[in-house]
C-alpha cells in the first residue's frame, strides 16, 4: 500500500509554539490580507491619524548595513499621500503603535490571543503589545537589525523576503545588544551571515525572535505588512535586567549579563522598580495647599 502524501502546508498562528517558538524563526499562515481594514487607502488614511511623531520616513533605497539612527519621525505633514503614491514615491514608511487606533487593536488582538494560550505555561502571560505596520516602494530595503520583542510579521500586499543571520560570536551579540540599549534602535554594525530567508507573500508571514538579526528586501510591487509584537512575564523581567545595566554602563560600570544569577537580576529589577517609582511620584502634580 502507498502512504498518502503528507500535506506540505504552513502552520497556522495558535499552533506556531510547538513548531520552534521561541526560539528560532519560523513561517506560518494568517488571514489578516483578507481583512477589509487591510487595504492601501485604510493604511493611507490610519497614517493621517496617528499622531506625527509615530510615523517614521526615510528613502527606500538603503544598504543592508546602515549603523546610526533610526529613520527621522514627525517629518511628514500628510503621510497618507506618500502612501497613495508609494509606487512611485521611493519611500519606506514605519506606523508606529498602531494599535492606539481602536479598529488596529481588534485586529492585533485577535490574531494575538490565538498564541496566548500555547506559550502561557511557560512564559506567562502577554504584555505590551503592539503592532507596527511597514509600507515601502518597490525593491526597498530595510536595513539588519534587531528588535528586543517577539514578533510576528504578517504580510498582505505585495512581497518580500526576511532573511535572517546568526552573530559571529557571543561577544558580537552582547555588543549590539548593548548598542541596542544605548539608541541604536538595533540597527547593527556588521553584517551577519545569512542563515535562512523566507520570501512572503500576502497570506504567509514569519515568527522573528527577539534579538535575531534580520533585513528585508522588497519585490517588485509596493509591500505592505504588520508587525503584531509583544513581550512576555519572562522577557520583560530580562527587560528590566538591561535598562538597568544600561544605566550602570553609563556611570562606567561593569554590569552582569541578564540571566548569570537570578538573585543579582532580582536585584536590579526591584532596583527598577524603585526608580520607575521615584520618577512617578516626581512628575505627580503637588497635591492643593503644598508649595
Same mark, same amino acid.
Given at each position: 500500500?502507498?502512504? %498518502?502524501?503528507?500535506?506540505?502546508? +504552513?502552520?497556522?498562528?495558535? =499552533?506556531? !509554539?510547538?513548531? $520552534?517558538?521561541?526560539? &528560532? @524563526?519560523?513561517?506560518?499562515?494568517?488571514?489578516?490580507?483578507?481583512?477589509?481594514?487591510?487595504?492601501?487607502?485604510?493604511?493611507?488614511?490610519?497614517?493621517?491619524?496617528?499622531?506625527?511623531?509615530?510615523?517614521?520616513? %526615510?528613502?527606500?533605497?538603503?544598504? +543592508?548595513?546602515?549603523?546610526? =539612527?533610526? !529613520?527621522?519621525? $514627525?517629518?511628514?505633514? &500628510? @503621510?497618507?499621500?506618500?502612501?497613495?503614491?508609494?509606487?512611485?514615491?521611493?519611500?519606506?514608511?514605519?506606523?508606529?503603535?498602531?494599535?492606539?487606533?481602536?479598529?488596529?487593536?481588534?485586529?492585533?488582538?485577535?490574531?494575538?490571543?490565538?498564541?496566548?494560550?500555547g506559550i502561557m505555561a511557560t512564559q506567562?502571560?502577554?504584555?505590551?503589545?503592539?503592532?507596527?505596520?511597514?509600507?515601502?516602494?518597490?525593491?526597498?530595503?530595510?536595513?539588519?537589525?534587531?528588535?528586543?520583542?517577539?514578533?510576528?510579521l504578517l504580510q498582505f500586499m505585495g512581497?518580500?523576503?526576511?532573511?535572517?543571520?546568526?552573530?559571529?560570536?557571543?561577544?558580537?551579540?552582547?555588543?549590539?545588544?548593548?548598542?541596542?540599549?544605548?539608541?541604536?534602535?538595533?540597527?547593527?554594525?556588521?553584517?551577519?551571515?545569512?542563515?535562512?530567508?523566507?520570501?512572503?507573500?500576502?497570506?504567509?508571514?514569519?515568527?522573528?525572535?527577539?534579538?535575531?538579526?534580520?533585513?528585508?528586501?522588497?519585490?517588485?510591487?509596493?509591500?505592505?505588512?504588520?508587525?503584531?509584537?509583544?513581550?512576555?512575564?519572562?522577557?520583560?523581567?530580562?527587560?528590566?535586567?538591561?535598562?538597568?545595566?544600561?544605566?550602570?554602563?553609563?556611570?562606567?560600570?561593569?554590569?552582569?549579563?541578564?540571566?548569570?544569577?537570578?538573585?543579582?537580576?532580582?536585584?536590579?529589577?526591584?532596583?527598577?522598580?524603585?526608580?520607575?517609582?521615584?520618577?512617578?511620584?516626581?512628575?505627580?502634580?503637588?497635591?492643593?495647599?503644598?508649595?
Amino acid at each position: 500500500m502507498v502512504a %498518502e502524501p503528507v500535506e506540505n502546508r +504552513l502552520p497556522t498562528v495558535a =499552533e506556531l !509554539p510547538f513548531c $520552534g517558538y521561541p526560539d &528560532r @524563526p519560523v513561517e506560518f499562515a494568517h488571514e489578516v490580507h483578507l481583512d477589509p481594514r487591510m487595504t492601501p487607502a485604510g493604511i493611507a488614511d490610519l497614517a493621517d491619524r496617528l499622531p506625527p511623531e509615530e510615523v517614521a520616513y %526615510e528613502t527606500a533605497t538603503k544598504p +543592508l548595513v546602515v549603523p546610526d =539612527e533610526g !529613520p527621522p519621525r $514627525g517629518a511628514l505633514e &500628510r @503621510p497618507g499621500d506618500v502612501i497613495r503614491n508609494l509606487d512611485k514615491a521611493d519611500a519606506w514608511m514605519a506606523l508606529l503603535n498602531a494599535e492606539s487606533d481602536p479598529a488596529i487593536a481588534d485586529m492585533m488582538f485577535g490574531v494575538l490571543d490565538q498564541l496566548q494560550p500555547g506559550i502561557m505555561a511557560t512564559q506567562g502571560k502577554m504584555r505590551n503589545r503592539g503592532a507596527f505596520f511597514f509600507v515601502a516602494s518597490p525593491n526597498s530595503i530595510t536595513p539588519a537589525h534587531i528588535d528586543i520583542e517577539y514578533s510576528l510579521l504578517l504580510q498582505f500586499m505585495g512581497t518580500k523576503t526576511v532573511s535572517f543571520g546568526h552573530w559571529a560570536s557571543d561577544a558580537v551579540r552582547r555588543r549590539e545588544i548593548n548598542r541596542y540599549w544605548e539608541g541604536s534602535h538595533g540597527r547593527v554594525e556588521d553584517m551577519p551571515d545569512e542563515m535562512v530567508s523566507f520570501t512572503l507573500s500576502p497570506g504567509q508571514g514569519v515568527y522573528i525572535p527577539p534579538c535575531t538579526p534580520h533585513w528585508v528586501t522588497n519585490g517588485p510591487n509596493t509591500s505592505m505588512s504588520v508587525t503584531l509584537a509583544f513581550h512576555t512575564a519572562s522577557s520583560t523581567r530580562e527587560r528590566r535586567v538591561e535598562d538597568f545595566n544600561s544605566k550602570a554602563r553609563k556611570l562606567h560600570l561593569n554590569p552582569r549579563e541578564p540571566g548569570r544569577s537570578h538573585l543579582v537580576d532580582s536585584a536590579k529589577i526591584g532596583a527598577m522598580a524603585v526608580w520607575a517609582a521615584g520618577r512617578r511620584l516626581k512628575g505627580a502634580p503637588r497635591a492643593l495647599g503644598t508649595k
